[in-house]
C-alpha cells in the first residue's frame, strides 16, 4: 500500500475479535471495548464484531456483510497466539474482496511479535503501551506524517514498512470502556460452571518472571498500577454482579489489597470478584482473606503449576510445593474458592500424571486448570526450546495441544492421560455444582 492508499480518511472503524476453540469460557472483549470506547470518544463510527458470539460456520462472508453493511473502511483484529495464521490468512481475503480497506492488526500477539503481521495484506500493526498513539492516528484519519510521530506502531509508507519505537509503560487508560458488546452478548457470556462475568483490570504486566508466561513482558515488562478510584468508579459502573480482574497478579501489594477491600465495603459495591494471585502471598498473609471475602472474593486463581520442586525451579515461579499447600489451605479455611492452575510437563511420566491426581485429593481440590507446557514466542521458554518444538502452527498454541514432544511417552498416551485427568475431576465440578456445594470449600465428597 502506498502513501496515497493510506491517506487521511473519515473513518468507520470494525473490530474483530477472531474465535478460536475454548470450552471453558466465554469473555467479555474488553480490549476491544476500550478500543470501541476510544471511538466513541472521538465521535469515529464503530461496532464490534465478536466471532464468539457466532457460529462457526460462514465466518468470512459474515464479515463481509458487516463491513459492506456498516460501510466500514477500517477493520482492526485482535491478535492472540493462537489466531495469527487466521488473521493473516483473512487479511488477505479481505484485501481482494474490499482493495481500498484499512487493516490494522493490535492485541496481545501484536505487542509480543508484532513482526509476524508486517505483510501485504495488513497496513498497520499497534503494540504500543497503551492507546495515545492510535488516539492520534485516529483523530487524524490516519494522516502518514502523524503516523510517523507516534510509538508502538508499525506502517507502510511508500510501500515500506516503518517500525517506531514502543512507548513508555503506562499506569492507567485514557478513556473509559464501551461495554456494549459485553451487554448485547451476556446471554453467551460464561465460565464453566461459575456463571457470567464482566472483567476488569487494576494493574499492567506482572512483578515476576516465570519463564513460560509472557504477561510479564508486557508494558515493556514494567509492572503499574492504575489509581484506585477509578478502578472502584468503574465497578459501580459495571452493570453486572461478578467481576473478574484479569490481572496477572491482584493481590500483589498487601497494603492495596486492604485499601481496596475496605472499599468496596465502604461503598456499599456488592459483587462477587475472581482475581489471580501468587501463591507465596496466600501462604504469607492469611489476615488478609477474611476482609478478601467480605468484600466479595470468592475465586482466588492460583498458578500452582507443577507439584514438585524441581519442576517449579525449571519454571522460574519462586515457590515450592509447601508454600502451594499452604496457600490452598488458607483459601479454603476462609471460604474463597482457590482455583488451581497448573502446567503439565512435556517431561512428565505416568507417575507424575498419578501423583497429580493424589495432590489434588490430598489438598481437597475441587476447581482445576491443566494447560500443557508450551513455549510461545516472545517469552524466555521459547528461546530454551525454540529447537524442540514441533508442529509449531498457530492455532496449536493453546495451551491444549503438544508442541514438545513427550520424552516420557508417546504423545498419543500423553494426550490420553492429558484428557482422562480431566474426566477424572470435571465431572465432579459438574455434580458439586447442580447441588449447590461447588463452594462449600470445607467439603470433600461429590455432593
Given at each position: 500500500?502506498?502513501?496515497?492508499?493510506?491517506?487521511?480518511?473519515?473513518?468507520?472503524?470494525?473490530?474483530?475479535?477472531?474465535?478460536?476453540?475454548?470450552?471453558?469460557?466465554?469473555?467479555?472483549?474488553?480490549?476491544?471495548?476500550y478500543?470501541?470506547?476510544?471511538?466513541?470518544?472521538?465521535?469515529?463510527?464503530?461496532?464490534?464484531?465478536?466471532?464468539?458470539?457466532?457460529?462457526?460456520?460462514?465466518?468470512?462472508?459474515?464479515?463481509?456483510?458487516?463491513?459492506?453493511k456498516?460501510?466500514?473502511?477500517?477493520?482492526?483484529?485482535?491478535?492472540?497466539?493462537?489466531?495469527?495464521?487466521?488473521?493473516?490468512?483473512?487479511?488477505?481475503?479481505?484485501?481482494?474482496?474490499?482493495?481500498?480497506?484499512?487493516?490494522?492488526?493490535?492485541?496481545?500477539?501484536?505487542?509480543?511479535?508484532?513482526?509476524?503481521f508486517?505483510?501485504?495484506?495488513?497496513?498497520?500493526?499497534?503494540y504500543d503501551?497503551?492507546?495515545?498513539?492510535?488516539?492520534?492516528?485516529?483523530?487524524?484519519?490516519?494522516?502518514?506524517?502523524?503516523?510517523?510521530?507516534?510509538?508502538?506502531?508499525?506502517?507502510?509508507?511508500?510501500?515500506?514498512?516503518?517500525?517506531?519505537?514502543?512507548?513508555?509503560?503506562?499506569?492507567?487508560?485514557?478513556?473509559?470502556?464501551?461495554?456494549?458488546?459485553?451487554?448485547?452478548?451476556?446471554k453467551?457470556?460464561?465460565?464453566?460452571?461459575?456463571g457470567?462475568?464482566?472483567?476488569?483490570?487494576?494493574?499492567?504486566?506482572?512483578?515476576?518472571?516465570?519463564?513460560?508466561?509472557?504477561?510479564?513482558?508486557?508494558?515493556?515488562g514494567?509492572?503499574?498500577e492504575?489509581?484506585?478510584?477509578?478502578v472502584?468508579?468503574?465497578?459501580?459502573?459495571?452493570?453486572?454482579?461478578?467481576?473478574?480482574?484479569?490481572?496477572?497478579?491482584?493481590?500483589?501489594?498487601?497494603?492495596?489489597?486492604?485499601?481496596?477491600?475496605?472499599?468496596?465495603?465502604?461503598?456499599?459495591?456488592?459483587?462477587?470478584?475472581?482475581?489471580?494471585?501468587?501463591?507465596?502471598?496466600?501462604?504469607?498473609?492469611?489476615?488478609?482473606?477474611?476482609?478478601a471475602?467480605?468484600?466479595?472474593?470468592?475465586?482466588i486463581?492460583?498458578?500452582?503449576?507443577?507439584?514438585?520442586?524441581?519442576?517449579?525451579?525449571?519454571?522460574?515461579?519462586?515457590?515450592?510445593?509447601?508454600?502451594?499447600?499452604?496457600?490452598?489451605?488458607?483459601?479454603?479455611?476462609?471460604?474463597?474458592?482457590?482455583?488451581?492452575?497448573?502446567?503439565?510437563?512435556?517431561?512428565?511420566?505416568?507417575?507424575?500424571?498419578?501423583?497429580?491426581?493424589?495432590?489434588?485429593?490430598?489438598?481437597?481440590?475441587?476447581?482445576?486448570?491443566?494447560?500443557?507446557?508450551?513455549?510461545?514466542?516472545?517469552?524466555?521458554?521459547?528461546?530454551?526450546?525454540?529447537?524442540?518444538?514441533?508442529?509449531?502452527?498457530?492455532w496449536?498454541?493453546?495451551?491444549?495441544?503438544?508442541?514438545?514432544?513427550?520424552?516420557?511417552?508417546?504423545?498419543?498416551?500423553?494426550?490420553?492421560?492429558?484428557?482422562?485427568?480431566?474426566?477424572?475431576?470435571?465431572?465432579?465440578?459438574m455434580?458439586?455444582?447442580?447441588?449447590?456445594?461447588?463452594?462449600?470449600?470445607?467439603?470433600?465428597?461429590?455432593?
Amino acid at each position: 500500500m502506498s502513501q496515497s492508499d493510506i491517506g487521511k480518511k473519515e473513518l468507520k472503524v470494525l473490530l474483530i475479535r477472531p474465535k478460536y476453540s475454548s470450552l471453558v469460557a466465554h469473555l467479555e472483549p474488553l480490549g476491544l471495548e476500550y478500543l470501541a470506547g476510544l471511538a466513541r470518544d472521538l465521535e469515529i463510527p464503530c461496532e464490534i464484531h465478536d466471532e464468539f458470539d457466532r457460529p462457526w460456520t460462514f465466518r468470512f462472508s459474515r464479515m463481509c456483510r458487516i463491513i459492506k453493511k456498516g460501510g466500514y473502511n477500517f477493520v482492526g483484529l485482535n491478535a492472540n497466539a493462537n489466531t495469527v495464521d487466521y488473521i493473516t490468512q483473512r487479511a488477505k481475503q479481505l484485501k481482494q474482496k474490499f482493495p481500498g480497506i484499512t487493516i490494522m492488526v493490535g492485541g496481545p500477539e501484536a505487542e509480543m511479535n508484532y513482526r509476524e503481521f508486517l505483510t501485504d495484506d495488513i497496513d498497520i500493526v499497534y503494540y504500543d503501551n497503551g492507546l495515545r498513539s492510535l488516539k492520534a492516528i485516529w483523530s487524524a484519519g490516519l494522516d502518514i506524517d502523524v503516523m510517523d510521530e507516534q510509538t508502538g506502531i508499525a506502517f507502510k509508507k511508500n510501500g515500506e514498512w516503518i517500525v517506531k519505537e514502543k512507548g513508555d509503560p503506562v499506569c492507567g487508560f485514557i478513556n473509559k470502556p464501551d461495554r456494549t458488546a459485553f451487554y448485547r452478548g451476556l446471554k453467551k457470556n460464561y465460565i464453566f460452571m461459575k456463571g457470567k462475568y464482566a472483567l476488569s483490570k487494576a494493574s499492567f504486566s506482572c512483578p515476576f518472571n516465570c519463564s513460560f508466561c509472557y504477561c510479564t513482558k508486557m508494558n515493556s515488562g514494567v509492572y503499574t498500577e492504575r489509581d484506585m478510584n477509578e478502578v472502584l468508579d468503574e465497578l459501580e459502573e459495571i452493570k453486572h454482579d461478578k467481576v473478574w480482574f484479569v490481572d496477572d497478579t491482584f493481590f500483589f501489594h498487601k497494603e492495596r489489597v486492604i485499601e481496596f477491600c475496605n472499599e468496596v465495603i465502604k461503598r456499599g459495591i456488592k459483587k462477587e470478584f475472581m482475581a489471580y494471585a501468587r501463591a507465596d502471598f496466600i501462604a504469607e498473609n492469611p489476615d488478609v482473606l477474611p476482609l478478601a471475602y467480605e468484600a466479595g472474593f470468592r475465586d482466588i486463581l492460583v498458578g500452582l503449576e507443577a507439584i514438585t520442586d524441581e519442576l517449579l525451579d525449571e519454571y522460574n515461579k519462586q515457590t515450592s510445593k509447601e508454600i502451594n499447600e499452604k496457600a490452598i489451605k488458607n483459601l479454603l479455611d476462609n471460604n474463597i474458592v482457590c482455583d488451581g492452575l497448573f502446567v503439565i510437563s512435556y517431561t512428565a511420566t505416568r507417575k507424575d500424571f498419578k501423583n497429580l491426581m493424589k495432590f489434588i485429593k490430598d489438598n481437597n481440590l475441587l476447581w482445576v486448570v491443566f494447560g500443557i507446557f508450551t513455549p510461545y514466542k516472545g517469552t524466555d521458554s521459547y528461546d530454551e526450546y525454540k529447537d524442540m518444538v514441533v508442529n509449531f502452527k498457530s492455532w496449536r498454541l493453546d495451551g491444549t495441544h503438544i508442541t514438545i514432544k513427550p520424552t516420557n511417552m508417546s504423545s498419543f498416551e500423553y494426550m490420553f492421560r492429558y484428557y482422562w485427568i480431566h474426566v477424572l475431576t470435571y465431572p465432579k465440578i459438574m455434580v458439586r455444582t447442580l447441588f449447590g456445594t461447588g463452594y462449600d470449600t470445607k467439603r470433600t465428597g461429590w455432593f
